[in-house]
T-cell receptor, first 107, second 115 residues
Framework: RKEVEQDPGPFNVPEGATVAFNCTYS??????FFWYRQDCRKEPKLLMS???SGNEDGRFTAQLNRASQYISLLIRDSKLSDSATYLC????????FGTGTLLAVQP | DTGVSQDPRHKITKRGQNVTFRCDPI?????LYWYRQTLGQGPEFLTY????????KSRLLSDRFSAERPKGSFSTLEIQRTEQGDSAMYLC?????????????FGDGTRLSIL
């Protein structure tokens, strides 16, 4: 079993849609949690950190459930520019990445 | 630009050759990490340094791979006797020591293609 599991997608959604990504992790000792965004053939870039209290950054909302070892990302009012791979990331002393979920926002 | 810098951006070489990549971290970051990413997968951890000390190595890092950070600043990753399975994007990241909530910042990566 992988340490971080994500649905690889692809998720094909129309502009303006709301889309949710989920992720589970196996190491209960994980210290911190992130969502990274990766465009095709580019490096991963930090989208947002994830906290148990939930956190929001504009159209993006992230949530962590430590008891269930579950992380989510919600994107509201999808834009064409949101098309990318979204990587669920868990940190111990290093980053453990999921395989990523591919999002394609259609006009 | 004071971000993480990697060189070269692309490397194409024949099987069996040796290759070396360089990473310059963000200057105030003590920790430096190497990851490898193959198509359709997330990045996989290879090794990391705190200052000049190599603190952890993944089982993915076979004896053909060696990484150094001699002065605690830039790092090199060398692959000897390259194989086709080594074709991947090699990513370097850095972060400060201390706050575990600090994310890692990635360089543009070095894309290696083995012919």
């Amino acid at each position: 079993r992988k340490e971080v599991e994500q649905d690889p997608g692809p998720f094909n959604v129309p502009e303006g849609a709301t889309v949710a990504f989920n992720c589970t992790y196996s190491n209960s000792a994980s210290q911190s949690f992130f969502w990274y965004r990766q465009d095709c053939r580019k490096e991963p870039k930090l989208l947002m950190s994830v906290y148990s209290s939930g956190n929001e950054d504009g159209r993006f909302t992230a949530q962590l459930n430590r008891a269930s070892q579950y992380i989510s990302l919600l994107i509201r009012d999808s834009k064409l520019s949101d098309s990318a791979t979204y990587l669920c990331v868990v940190k111990t002393n290093k980053l453990i990445f999921g395989t990523g979920t591919l999002l394609a926002v259609q006009p | 630009d004071t971000g993480v810098s990697q060189d070269p951006r692309h490397k194409i070489t024949k099987r069996g050759q040796n290759v070396t990549f360089r990473c310059d971290p963000i200057s105030e970051h003590n920790r430096l990490y190497w990851y490898r990413q193959t198509l359709g997968q997330g990045p996989e951890f290879l090794t990391y340094f705190q200052n000049e000390a190599q603190l952890e190595k993944s089982r993915l890092l076979s004896d053909r791979f060696s990484a150094e950070r001699p002065k605690g600043s830039f790092s090199t990753l060398e692959i000897q006797r390259t194989e086709q399975g080594d074709s991947a994007m090699y990513l370097c990241a850095s972060s400060p020591v201390g706050d575990t909530n600090q994310p890692q910042h990635f360089g543009d990566g070095t894309r290696l293609s083995i012919l």
